[in-house]
């Protein structure tokens, strides 16, 4: 998957969660979160793990809720920072094959220089015993 699609997922996954939790934290704790929109802003900090505190859940439930949240939302961070990390790495490597630097190719070319090398040999040694027969 190319970084520029996980990142369209990612933002996707984050605007659902926020709205969804934002609205289910508002009808599960509604003396905290009075409105919808402050459920949203409440999402937005828990989401982003910046949890600024302004607005945090009273209830039991509420705070369950918000630790679903919470580890979703840390889990979409470690997937983003992977898939990014993944597409150094792939650049990297990719830029050091066309440089002729990637040691399995330069190997790989070794063997192949040594395998012709016995196969000549062995042609050698094939016709030299046919001559004497």
């Known amino acids: 998957m190319r970084p520029r699609d996980a990142a369209y997922i990612v933002v996707g996954f984050w605007a659902v969660a926020i709205v969804v939790f934002g609205v289910v934290e508002r009808l599960v704790d509604p003396t ?26 009273g209830t039991t439930w509420g705070k369950v809720i918000a630790s679903f949240l919470m580890l979703g939302g840390l889990s979409i961070l470690a997937l983003v920072t992977g898939a990014i990390t993944s597409g ?10 066309a440089a002729g630097e990637d040691p399995v190719m330069r190997r790989l070319d070794e063997v192949t ?10 042609a050698r040694l094939e016709r030299g015993s046919d001559a004497g027969r």
């Open 88 to 97: 150094f790495v792939a650049r990297a490597e990719a830029d050091r094959r």
């Open 32 to 57: 905290t979160f009075d409105n919808v929109w402050l459920g949203m802003w409440w999402g937005i900090q828990t989401v982003t793990t910046v949890g600024y505190g302004d607005v945090v859940p």
């Open 113 to 122: 220089t040594q395998l012709e090398a016995i196969k000549m040999h062995l």
